[in-house]
C-alpha cells in the first residue's frame, strides 16, 4: 500500500510543474500541441525512472561529496539514449522538441528527485516514484499543450475539433510564448484555488 | 553589421526568455527582489559566455575530428559544472566583492538550462567562434534584462491587491506572458536591418 502511495503522489500531491514549479522550460517550450507534450513527457518518464533505479542502486557506492556530479552522468547518459532513440525512430517528434530533448539533462524535477527521493530509498520504491512524478509531468503538459492547442489552433492530437470558421481565425498567440506563460499562470491559480480550503 | 543582428536578435527579438524558453526557473525563482535579479543575471552573463568559449572548440576541435558527437550532451554538462566551480573559486580568491555579489547564484546556473541550451544552440546553428560569444552574451544580457524588468515589476505587485489564487508564481508567470506580447512587437525589426544592409 505504502508503495502504490509513491507512485500515486506525483499525480495531485507532488504533481511537477504546478506543486514544486520546477521544470518549466520544457513544460512551455513544448506544449504547443497535445502531441509535443506527450513525447517530450514520455521522454521525461523514461529517464526519471531508469535515473531513479540507478541512482538508487548505487546510493551506497557514490560518495557524498561527489553525487551530483554522478547523477548529472547517470542521467545524462539516458538523456542521450533518448535522443539517439527518438532521432532514429520518431523523427517527427525529434524536431518538433529540437533542444529540448538534449536540455532534459538540465531539468530540476529529474535532478530534485535524484537527491531528494531516489538517494535515500531502496529501487522499487524510487521506481515507482519515478514513474508517478513522471506520469504527473507527462499528465500536466499533455492537459496544458491540449489547452494551447484547442485554442490556438483549433485542434486536439492534430484532429480538428473546432469549426473551420474558428480555426482560421483562432487565438494564434496562445501557440507562442505569451499564450504559454498566461496558459501555465491561470492554470496554476485553478489549482491553488481548488486545494487551497483542503491545505488550510 | 551581422553582429549588431545578431545582438539585437537575441537581446530583443529571440529573447532567450520570452521567446525561446530558456532559463524559465531563475526567470521564476529569482525575480521576486531587484538585487537578487541584477545578481543572477550578472552571473548568467559571466558563466554564458565563459561556457560558450570553452564549449564550441571542445565540439569543432575534438567532437568533429574524431567524431564523437553522441558525448555533446554528457560533456557539456561537466564542461559547465566544472566552469561554474571553477569560476566560483576564482572570484573568491581575486575579486572578492564580486563574489561576494554572485556567490550564492553561481552553483545555481549550473542547471540554467540557458547555460547548455545556449552552448548547443551555437552548435547547431552553425555560429563562428566570435559569432557565438557575440550571441552567447547578448542572449545573456537579453535574459538579464527580461529577468530585470520582471523583478521591478514583481516589486511593485507585492503591494497589489492580487486575488489570493493567483499570488506568487502564478501572478508572476500572466506577468512573464504579457512581457513577451510586449517585446513580440520587435519581432520584423531582424528583417528590416537585413533589407537595410543590402541596400
Known sequence: MSVFKEFTKGLWQELPPFRLVL????????????????????????????????????????PRKVRIASYIVIIATFVVIVEMATQAFFYPVYEALGIFIPLIVVNCVILG????????????????????????FTMSLVVLGGLRELIGAGTLF??????????SHSFSFMLEAPGAFICLGVLLAIMNAVSAPSSS | MEYVIIVIGAVLIKNILLAEYLGCC???????????????????????????????????????????????????ILVIAALVQFVEMFLKKAIPALYQSLGIFLPLITTNCAVLGVAI????????????????????????????????????????DVP?????????????????????????????LNALMQQ
Open chain 1, 23 to 62: 521544470g518549466l522550460c520544457p513544460v512551455l517550450a513544448v506544449t504547443k500541441s497535445a502531441t509535443n507534450g506527450l513525447g517530450m513527457g514520455l521522454a521525461v518518464i523514461f529517464v526519471l525512472t531508469w535515473s531513479n533505479i540507478l541512482v538508487s542502486a548505487l546510493r551506497k557506492v557514490i
Open chain 2, 164 to 192: 489570493k489564487p493567483l499570488q506568487g508564481t502564478a501572478i508572476g508567470l500572466i506577468t512573464g506572458g504579457l512581457m513577451a506580447l510586449a517585446f513580440f512587437g520587435f519581432s520584423g525589426v531582424d528583417g528590416s
Open chain 1, 158 to 167: 492534430d484532429v480538428e475539433i473546432m469549426s473551420a470558421a474558428y480555426r
Open chain 2, 26 to 76: 531563475p526567470f521564476m525563482g529569482t525575480s521576486k527582489k531587484m538585487n537578487t535579479a541584477v545578481g543572477m543575471g550578472l552571473a548568467v552573463i559571466f558563466v554564458l559566455t565563459a561556457a560558450t568559449a570553452v564549449t564550441y572548440p571542445i565540439h569543432h576541435y575534438i567532437f568533429t575530428r574524431f567524431g564523437l558527437e553522441y558525448l555533446q550532451t554528457i560533456t557539456f
Open chain 2, 121 to 160: 544552440l551555437c552548435i547547431r546553428r552553425d555560429y563562428s567562434f566570435v559569432e557565438s560569444i557575440v550571441f552567447a552574451f547578448s542572449s545573456a544580457a537579453g535574459f538579464t534584462l527580461a529577468l530585470v524588468l520582471l523583478a521591478g515589476i514583481r516589486e511593485r505587485l507585492i503591494i497589489a
Open chain 1, 113 to 136: 528527485r535524484a537527491e531528494a527521493f531516489a538517494s535515500k530509498n531502496g529501487v522499487i520504491a524510487s521506481a515507482l516514484d519515478g514513474l508517478g512524478i513522471g506520469a504527473g
